[in-house]
């Protein structure tokens, strides 16, 4: 099957009680038990594993082209069970430009447990090759990154990963399995915040790890899941199974208005700089070409005149939303300096878009208006 068909039919099946074609919603948090004491259906309680969780976990392990998938309440509480995966002492090579929360865990949580942990620019396989030592378990990548969509090159990495000993780990949220799948270009696990673009409606957060093998590594991630508890709540799990279904649409569709928003920007006289891997100008324009079956639906740019002229266009805006988060149907425009914290190395004048389904000129017009003060 292709990625559109899998996203429609896996996790997806028929309901074999009543024949429903969209997926019944199972809120029961307690399955019957046999008189001899055992589980005749699979189900005990659903911490452990529910009906809905499970659907969805069939679904994102297909669409990554996975052994085995996690279903987390959030892409943080994924990340989260993935470091609480390894053990004090243990080393981890990190990108130096990634989602400001997955900084803060490793820094502010996993720090003071005693992982230790090297950011390098993951652009440089020679400095991740540097950086790895004997007691390197992850090698964790995110391409393409926040908010400068620096892209780094999975196959190369992970094939350092590999040699060290470690497992390379991507987080995939910004791509989505519909333009690229990291388990095929030689990653061991996928991360996914599914609050983005598998919900795609802003309405539903939620997280995953997908693995390339049900090994060792992954029972213990699932075990972290059901004893640590961070599940989804069923309904969660049936919203964002439902946003797979149009996933692989409406991510063409965003990549298709991006592309044309970036080129839009670019010729800006008021616009210092565009961040976006389709633009021959991004220097990881070659690698992202190789690696992604499109370029995506977020970028970010630089506005002339400083922090106070960008802040001015989130002002101005009347379509777009000034908003954090990314993925949905609406597009999202943020100051991404002023969430990330005084520890952030973000540009003042940087924004970042989330370009979402709207008329490409109606996008246009918006950002036209509000760059001309
Ligand atoms: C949003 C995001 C996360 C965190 O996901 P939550 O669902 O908000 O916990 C992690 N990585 C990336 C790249 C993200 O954009």
């Known amino acids: 099957m ?6 429609i039919h896996v996790g997806h099946d028929v309901d074999s009680l009543t024949g429903a074609v969209a997926l019944p919603l199972y809120l029961s948090t307690t399955f019957e038990r046999d008189p001899d004491g055992g589980y005749p259906r699979g189900y005990v309680y659903t911490r452990l594993d529910n009906p809905n969780r499970m659907a969805l976990e069939q679904s994102l392990c297909s669409l990554e082209g996975g052994k085995a998938a996690a279903a987390f309440s959030s892409g943080l509480a994924a990340i989260n069970a993935l470091l609480q995966g390894l ?4 080393h981890i090579v990190v990108s ?14 996993y720090g003071p447990w005693g992982l230790q942990a090297t950011f390098v620019d993951t652009r440089v396989p020679e400095l991740v090759q540097q ?23 999975i196959r190369a990495i992970a094939g350092i990963a590999r040699a060290a000993g470690a497992k390379c780990v991507c987080d995939n949220t910004w791509a989505t399995p519909i333009l690229q799948r990291p388990l095929e270009l030689g990653a061991d696990l996928v991360i996914q915040s599914t609050t983005k673009y598998h919900g795609g409606h802003s309405d539903v957060l939620g997280g995953a790890l997908v693995s390339k093998d049900d090994d060792e590594f992954f029972a213990r991630i699932r075990m972290i899941q059901r004893i640590g508890g961070a599940v989804p709540a069923p309904f969660d799990c049936w919203l964002i199974s439902r946003g797979i279904q149009t996933l692989p649409c409406r991510m063409k569709a965003q990549t298709r208005i991006a592309a044309q928003i970036a080129a839009f920007l670019e010729s800006k006289p008021q616009v210092e700089k565009v961040y976006y891997p389709g633009l021959a100008s991004h220097e990881g324009h070659a690698v992202a070409a190789r690696q992604m079956d ?10 002339r005149g400083g922090r106070e002229a960008a802040l001015a266009v989130t002002g101005k805006v009347k379509i777009i939303t000034p908003a954090t988060s990314l993925g949905g149907v609406e597009s999202l425009i943020e100051h991404r300096k002023s969430i990330e914290g005084p520890d952030s190395r973000t540009p003042d004048n940087l924004l970042r878009l989330s370009v979402g389904l709207e008329d ?14």
């Open 131 to 153: 950086a790895v030592r004997p007691n390197t378990r992850l090698v964790y990548i995110e391409t393409p990154s926040n908010p400068t969509l620096k892209i780094t090159d």
């Open 96 to 109: 130096d430009e990634l989602y400001h929360g997955t900084v803060h865990i490793i820094k502010d949580i």
């Open 2 to 7: 292709k990625l559109s068909t899998k996203a």
């Open 87 to 90: 053990s004090g002492g243990d």
């Open 360 to 373: 490409v000129e109606d996008l246009k017009t918006d950002l036209e208006t509000a760059l001309a003060g």
């Open 294 to 303: 499109g370029f995506g639906a977020m970028l970010s740019f630089q506005v």
